[in-house]
T-cell receptor, first 111, second 121 residues
């Protein structure tokens, strides 16, 4: 699977949008971009995934560049409960294929 | 989203004993489940892939005789840490992928359990 690169950490103010970047310059045509987050001492929580089109759900939006070499996860109105480690993962579109976690980005939402 | 449970949520045991951790997919069937381990301030490391009705596949460096995996049904996988030692103390997490296309987006999606905190004294 292609490797991803994320900043180590970032912070944002509560109520503002949090934009979390991810680089995946070696992504292949059959690889999806997945985002998970992990709140301290809990299992990872699925957020969103996409192939090439932008995606939106009740949690977040995923913006993938046209060349698919980078993406941005957007939390539109960050709350204190969004403080977590966010993982951007590229995964091949084969049933039951594994996820490989990097170090992720620590998002701190400040009051 | 789909729900994956783990039991127990935490366990403390003496060195040399064995500990079994259960992972269940509550509202979908999973022919494959994954087991991860996470040490403090580190990322998740995949230990093994559990396959229903066949042997598990272990990642390089993971002792298959120490970490026994049994995937007895389409909703249950168990991880047994045999002869546990203090260095096995960690956060163990399982995941299960939904059936292809169930979660939308033209692929499957892995959902994670809440994790099991193992402390070996």
């Amino acid at each position: 699977d292609a490797k991803t690169t994320q900043p180590t950490s970032m912070d944002c103010a509560e109520g503002r949008a949090a934009n979390l970047p991810c680089n995946h310059s070696t992504i292949s045509g059959n690889e999806y971009v997945y985002w998970y987050r992990q709140i301290h001492s809990q299992g990872p929580q699925y957020i969103i995934h996409g192939l090439k089109n932008n995606e939106t759900n009740e949690m977040a939006s995923l913006i993938i560049t046209e060349d698919r070499k980078s993406s941005t996860l957007i939390l539109p109105h960050a709350t204190l409960r969004d403080t977590a480690v966010y993982y951007c993962i590229v995964r091949v579109a084969i049933a039951n294929s594994k996820l490989t976690f990097g170090k992720g980005i620590t998002l701190s939402v400040r009051p | 989203g789909a729900v994956v449970s783990q039991h127990p949520s935490w366990v403390i045991c003496k060195s040399g004993t064995s500990v079994k951790i259960e992972c269940r997919s509550l509202d979908f069937q999973a022919t494959t489940m994954f087991w991860y381990r996470q040490f403090p301030k580190q990322s998740l490391m995949l230990m093994a892939t559990s396959n229903e009705g066949s042997k598990a596949t272990y990642e390089q460096g993971v002792e298959k005789d120490k970490f026994l995996i049994n995937h007895a049904s389409l909703t249950l996988s168990t991880l047994t840490v045999t002869s546990a030692h203090p260095e096995d103390s960690s956060f163990y997490i399982c995941s299960a992928p939904t059936p292809w296309g169930l979660a939308g987006g033209g692929t499957d999606t892995q959902y994670f359990g809440p994790g099991t905190r193992l402390t070996v004294l």
